[in-house]
């Protein structure tokens, strides 16, 4: 074999086939361990489906019913769909019959304890400060507040030179935030309690991107700052320098969120895009080390499981997923027929036991994450959520909204 | 000349896109049912110490509403 360049039989062709077929393994790797009794394979819910079978909203039963019809269908010869059109895994939900002896949960009474008001647009970003008091978010308007949501008080407020300032973060001191946005840059804002001071004067530019970006978080410390962008890239940085310390490339489209695994050990990161993947990162190597692509539309949202074992995608195809790390596949989906606009943003209870999802219906909608139900549904909001995150302590959980204000719920 | 760069770039992208694929196909992966029920057990022993599933009183968590009291 030629060893330089290009070898004699490897064409274009002869690799993109070879992917292909590479793709056809891992499916099959993966089905391979999935040693819960469903079928696989199953067409979308939308073909040739009952419409008469009773439950039909009843996220569980309707999947049992699916999947019995289409176990019937299949052991009639080709494990392949028929037609050759795309598939649509319905998922097998491998959670929910696992959690079947599960205590269901009880009614829930989750309220709006405080509203934060003073943007002047549309809130785009949240994060809260490891104190579980503070938190800081960003807003169209180029504005980021860090406010106080016990007393609702504003303690510091600094004005972006751009606007859509799409992603904001507190550092794990509580002595800085970062945020970033149509200005391609992430920068770091140290927060100081004198009066006297300028916010705006200390910025310090950490990042550069070359297109928007879309989310920021800090690592474990104050001093790396990791960043996603429209740019399709993710990157870590060191925040003294500015220097580039990784970067991340293998998404397809712009990258729209990301989340730090939570061990301490980890090094691991997982982010969600335009082009329907989620991504698991090694930090050091800069390589992909797992890859996930069953959503039917952008991403937008990608939260860890509080063990680290999992993770959580919320996506413009108004269903949520759980992937498993280990297991290298999506394990449960959470979604209703009755839901048909996108997910903007999740979390997690602290237990893993409940997550949170915010819809651009203007709606929060509360999953058990085992059973796969909708627990509660939450009005307020005015305009769609954008953003979503769980207080550090679990307490309670924020959503930054269109309608510009925050909500506090617990 | 020009076309065999693209070419090129075609095939070496292509050359790390099978890469990357064949890197993911090797990787050690679990039983679904085992991992399923790791997700489980990690919920059933943290749920103790979960505010929403467990319920802080009012009096301690910072965002409901205290009881009032009188002065007598």
């Not at chain 1, 289409?70 to 939900?93: K, Q």
């Not at chain 1, 999506?330 to 209870?349: H, M, N, R, T």
Request: hydrophobic share 35%.
């Amino acid at each position: 074999m030629a060893a330089d360049g290009l070898h004699e039989n490897e064409t274009l062709a002869s690799l993109k086939s070879e992917a292909e077929s590479l793709k056809g393994k891992l499916e099959e790797e993966r089905a391979k361990l999935h040693d819960v009794e469903f079928a696989q394979l199953c067409p979308t819910l939308c073909d040739r489906l009952d419409c008469s079978l009773p439950g039909a909203f009843v996220h569980g039963i309707l999947q049992r019913r699916i999947l019995e019809w289409v176990a019937v269908s299949s052991s009639r010869g080709s494990s392949r769909p028929r037609d050759g059109t795309s598939i649509s895994r319905v998922s097998c939900s491998a959670v929910h019959q696992v959690a079947e002896r599960v205590e269901a949960l009880g009614q829930f009474v989750m309220k709006t304890r405080r509203t934060l008001k003073g943007h002047g647009n549309k809130v785009l970003c949240m994060d809260w400060c490891k104190d579980k008091r503070r938190l800081v978010s960003s807003s169209q308007d180029g504005k980021v507040i860090v406010w106080d949501s016990f007393t609702t008080n504003k303690e510091h407020a600094v004005t972006m030179p751009c606007t859509w300032v799409m992603a904001c973060a507190y550092a794990p001191s509580g002595c800085a935030i970062a945020c970033g946005g149509l200005d391609n840059k992430c920068s770091v804002y140290p927060l100081t309690f004198d009066k006297n001071e300028n916010m705006a004067a200390k910025k310090k530019s950490v990042a550069m991107h070359t297109n928007y970006l879309s989310a920021c978080s800090f690592t474990n410390s104050d001093m790396q700052i990791l960043t996603a962008s429209g740019d399709g890239t993710c990157a870590l940085w060191d925040v003294e320098s500015g220097q580039l310390l990784q970067s991340f490339h293998g998404h397809g489209a712009d990258v729209l969120c990301l989340d730090l695994a939570p061990s301490e050990t980890g090094n691991t990161f997982v982010s969600g895009g335009c082009d329907k993947k989620a991504m698991v990162w090694d930090m050091r190597s800069g390589q992909c080390v797992q890859a996930f692509e069953t959503h039917e539309s952008d991403i937008n949202s990608v939260r860890y499981y509080p063990s680290g074992d999992a993770f959580a995608s919320g996506s413009d195809d108004a269903t949520c997923r759980l992937y498993d790390l280990r297991a290298d596949r999506e394990v449960a989906i959470y979604s209703k027929e009755s839901i048909i606009f996108g997910a903007s943003s999740v979390d997690f209870s602290l237990s893993g036991r409940l997550l949170f999802a915010g819809y651009n219906d203007y709606t929060i909608n509360v999953w058990d994450v085992l059973k796969g139900s909708r627990v509660s549904i939450l009005f307020g909001h005015e305009n769609r959520v954008s953003t979503l995150r769980v207080s550090p302590d679990g307490t309670a959980f924020c959503s930054g909204s269109w309608d510009h204000t925050l909500r506090v719920w617990a | 000349m020009s076309s065999k760069v693209t070419i090129g770039s075609d095939i070496g992208q292509a050359r790390r896109a099978v890469e990357q694929l064949r890197m993911e196909a090797g990787i050690d992966r679990m039983k679904v049912s085992k991992a399923a029920a790791d997700l489980l057990q990690f919920c059933t022993e943290q749920a103790k110490s979960d505010p929403f599933l467990v319920g802080i009183p009012a009096a301690i968590n910072p965002f409901k509403e205290k009881k009032p009291c009188a002065i007598l």
